[in-house]
């Protein structure tokens, strides 16, 4: 069998896993619920959608809606291709498989010494890619416009390029990043200041072409931007600044929370299993290996390991590796994302979630390979990372196999199946009080 065929056996394997995953998900809970009816109401009365994802915060009852179509039409446009409750599902995987086989293939030629299987394997089914990025919700469509802009943004940066994409396609890459995740999570105000860095670093370089580069960042921008005009022609900035009201003069609680900020930042790349072993009406970690004793071996096995691999990725980032000189610019890369984090939250009155840092997956993800990736030629370690992946495949099955009868769509699927029938959305549930769409 050629590698090719091979490959494309391993995406649809990890497609598959990673639908079912997210099947397997809370679909009945207030969010995800709510992102399903901005789709399922679109895909019933059509019109221009102007708005998106809700943005509340529960603590304060501030309540607004992201401006663009671009949620509407990922949830309600499978629905007109194949009308069942699983088709945004699959649309989903299929876009985010896509853009990890995508990462994972750069990684490949950036590490040679490890196998584009087992990279596409690791990175498709890391804790946070099947949480945030398999379900219909609004931050798992961040995976696909935030890969895109990291892989631009990685090859604009001069002393990183490895020259794998022209730098029209890099600029591009970046503007269509921005305006893609500008419509799902207010968290993509972190992209803006790392295309700001490309551009900086380029005028350093002699072979910088400023109105070359900004132009094509313009184009791969363009066609995402002109999706936003209709809302702001038919409603203005009035309805459409979002998450810009929650700034503050300063939030002194979120400036002393750096370490607690930091261990969650890198955290993500990492198996962090303790933060979704959860529940409906469960108060307690340990509760969810009572009902799944099976389930505590590996558990408590990436328990462990997730935090040491957070406390290496701490760790490594301050020493030189002479096998990838280029490391040192990436750890830079990474830095600056977490003081852009730390930063940005001095000025919000929002809580540090762990999940806003989601934006910023892919560069953690090549960070976190590239400082692992010292010990990929020592069979030891390859062994080790076996381990660890037969592990958290088992411990992730299990999960999902626990949570089907718990909270997924197939709790109630006759209930959305009905909506999607009769085309009324208001027979799965009622949008939020003040939604425009």
């Known amino acids: 069998m050629s590698d090719n065929r091979k490959f494309l056996l391993l995406f649809f394997a990890l497609f598959a896993f990673r639908t079912a995953f997210g099947l397997c998900h809370s679909f009945f ?28 915060v529960t603590e304060t009852g501030f309540y607004t809606q992201i401006p663009g179509p671009l949620e509407a039409w990922m949830v309600g446009y499978p629905l007109v291709v194949w009308p069942i409750p699983e088709a945004p599902f699959l ?9 990890i086989a995508l990462l994972a293939w750069y990684l490949s030629k950036r590490l040679p010494d490890i196998p584009l299987p087992f990279l596409f394997a690791w990175i498709a089914l890391l804790p946070w890619n099947l949480q945030e990025s398999t379900n219909p919700l609004n931050p798992s469509y961040l995976l696909i416009g935030s890969t895109l802009f990291f892989l631009g ?24 990043g921005i305006f893609w995740d ?42 995402l931007a002109a999706l936003l005009a209709p809302t702001y022609l ?14 503050t003069s300063f939030n002194p609680s979120n400036f002393l929370a750096f370490l607690t900020m930091l261990g969650r930042y890198l955290s993500l790349p990492c198996f ?26 590996p558990g408590l096995f990436l328990i462990v390991t997730g935090w040491l691999q957070a406390l290496s ?6 020493f030189k590796d002479p096998r990838h000189p280029e490391a040192g610019t990436l750890s830079k890369m990474a830095l600056f994302g977490f003081l852009l984090v ?46 660890c992946l037969a592990a958290n495949l088992w411990f992730q099955a299990g999960w999902m196999i626990h949570m089907e009868g718990t909270q997924s769509l197939y709790t109630n699927r006759a209930k959305v199946a009905d909506a999607i029938r009769h085309k009324d959305d208001r027979l799965l549930g009622e949008r939020r009080p003040g939604s425009i769409n």
């Open 234 to 247: 038919h409603y203005g900035f009035a309805h459409s600044e979002g998450g810009f009201r929650l700034a």
């Open 342 to 387: 730390w930063v940005s939250f001095w000025f919000t009155s929002k809580l540090p979630f762990a999940h806003i840092d989601y934006v910023l997956m892919p560069l953690l993800v090549v960070y976190s390979l590239y400082a692992w990736s010292r010990w990929a030629h020592q069979r030891p370690w390859r062994i080790l990372t076996a381990v």
């Open 313 to 318: 990725l701490l760790i490594l980032g301050w």
């Open 91 to 99: 649309l989903l995987n299929l876009l985010t498989t896509g853009v």
């Open 182 to 223: 500008m419509q799902f999570h207010q968290s993509w105000l972190l992209l803006p200041p790392f295309a700001v860095l490309a551009f900086a670093l380029r005028l350093r370089d002699k072979r910088f072409h400023f109105v070359h580069d900004f132009v094509s960042f313009l184009v791969g921008a363009a066609p």
């Open 153 to 176: 943004f990685l090859e604009a940066v001069p002393s990183f390029s490895m020259e794998f994409l022209p730098p029209a396609v890099a600029f591009a890459l970046m503007g269509f």
């Open 29 to 56: 809970s207030p969010d995800e619920l709510q992102t399903y009816l901005i789709g399922l109401r679109w895909y019933c009365h059509g019109g221009w959608p102007y708005f998106g994802p809700d943005l509340t």
């Open 272 to 297: 962090e299993t303790l933060r979704f072993l959860w529940e409906p009406r469960q108060v307690h970690h340990m509760d969810f290996f009572k009902a799944v004793p099976w389930l505590l071996p």
